[in-house]
């Protein structure tokens, strides 16, 4: 794993942000009646349902399949054979490594969005929210008031899903950052799988919308797609950058099974698994790879750079595409 990562790090810092032409992205069909099966990070879930998927499947001709949930509780389920996919959609390329090399041997990387604080317009708290947001009152009050009695935070769990390990790495930065009291973490964060704030990542911003929650960890993707407003982190904290990658790394976090991680870049990786259905699968990331993916992914706010593979074997069609 961490061969891959200093591999993949070092290739941005080549590369990072960086746009590059790419042709068509109609391309041809993979065979009639082909599936791209894929599962993909929670948080791709409106991107992929109502842009990516069915556009994919009218450019190609092949069907699209999407299931949506943590990246680590995704691979988990892979690797025990309850789910298979044939394309599979990460955030940060660690829930991808465990999968190799006995499903795979190589991933893409070509997108990243930073973590952000989304809150609800019309909680009680939403005024102050926004002052912070608009910066008429300094970001350590986020820290403060996220910790107070009362104020309702939701998170994803960091055991099941890399934004969850990066949210709560985050507030453990900003503690730092700020020189604001180490007990902090404990009083926002609670436990690591705390239920009174952990939700599944498919279902969290939902539970903002409702008005369930004050305000929730999220992607700035996420809020942009679904019109949240949303307090921006500054660079050295919100895991967007992967050209940072050495500052997100000092800090960690302990898991429930006594694994420590430190913190990545989040990017988004893809991969191709197994071979049934394996030209859809192939053609499904490279559509990703092409131009009209490529404009869906920097519509609904990611940032987009010229594609970094990392690994062996890699479909000659899929690392043409990212070459264009």
């Not at 879930?45 to 001709?61: C, D, R, W």
């Not at 429930?256 to 893809?270: I, R």
């Not at 092409?290 to 404009?295: A, H, I, K, V």
């Amino acid at each position: 794993m961490i061969d891959h990562r200093t591999r993949l790090v070092a290739a941005i810092g080549v590369s990072a942000l960086a746009l590059s032409a790419c042709g068509s992205t109609a391309g041809a069909s993979s065979g009639p009646h082909q599936t791209a099966n894929v599962a993909y990070a929670g948080s791709l879930e409106l991107l992929n349902e109502q842009t990516i998927g069915p556009a994919f499947a009218k450019a190609t001709g092949n069907r699209y399949l999407g299931r949506g949930a943590g990246s680590f509780g995704l691979a988990k389920e892979i690797a025990a054979g309850e789910i298979s996919p044939n394309v599979f959609e990460s955030i940060g390329s660690a829930p991808i490594v465990e999968l190799e090399p006995s499903k795979t041997s190589w991933y893409v990387s070509f997108a990243a969005s930073p973590i952000v604080v989304a809150y609800n317009p019309h909680t009680s708290y939403a005024p102050t929210l926004r002052k912070i947001s608009q910066g008429k009152l300094p970001l350590a009050r986020l820290f403060e008031l996220l910790g107070s009695k009362g104020f309702l935070l939701g998170r994803t769990n960091p055991n099941t899903d890399p934004q969850g390990q990066a949210f709560y790495e985050m507030v453990e930065l900003a503690v730092k950052r700020f020189g604001l009291p180490r007990n902090l973490v404990t009083g926002i964060l609670g436990s690591l799988d705390n239920p009174a704030e952990v939700f599944s990542e498919t279902s969290l911003e939902a539970r903002l919308e409702a008005g369930q929650l004050d305000a929730a960890s999220a992607f700035e993707s996420q809020a942009i797609q679904l019109h949240l407003p949303y307090i921006a982190l500054p660079a050295s904290m919100n895991f967007g950058s992967p050209n940072l990658a050495k500052t997100y790394a000092s800090a960690r976090i302990t898991l429930s099974d006594g694994a420590v991680v430190h913190g990545v870049p989040l990017s988004v990786d893809a991969t191709v698994l197994g071979h049934h259905d394996a030209a859809a699968a192939d053609a499904f990331v490279r559509y990703q790879l092409q131009s009209s993916g490529r404009r869906a992914f920097i519509r609904a706010g990611y940032n987009v750079y010229k594609p970094i593979f990392v690994g062996a074997d890699i479909p000659g069609s899929v690392r043409n595409a990212g070459e264009g």
